[in-house]
């Protein structure tokens, strides 16, 4: 289904090397900070944060 796949470094994502060895995908690490890395994912957050607001401290 999918060809690559690109993740933090959270520890959310610490099994995902036994994951592309099962399904054949390439798995990519952005680096800390490097929004423009995880460009979907950055997208989505914002037209998330659209309808979602944070709420302020």
Do not use: Q, W
């Not at 994951?19 to 957050?45: C, I, L």
């Amino acid at each position: 289904m999918f060809k690559t796949f690109t993740a933090d470094n959270g520890s959310e994502f610490a099994d995902l090397d036994a994951f592309s060895k099962n399904h054949n995908t390439s798995v990519y690490f952005a680096y800390p900070y490097s929004s423009f890395e995880r460009g979907t994912n950055e997208r989505h957050n914002g037209l998330i944060r659209l309808i979602f607001p944070r709420r302020p401290a």
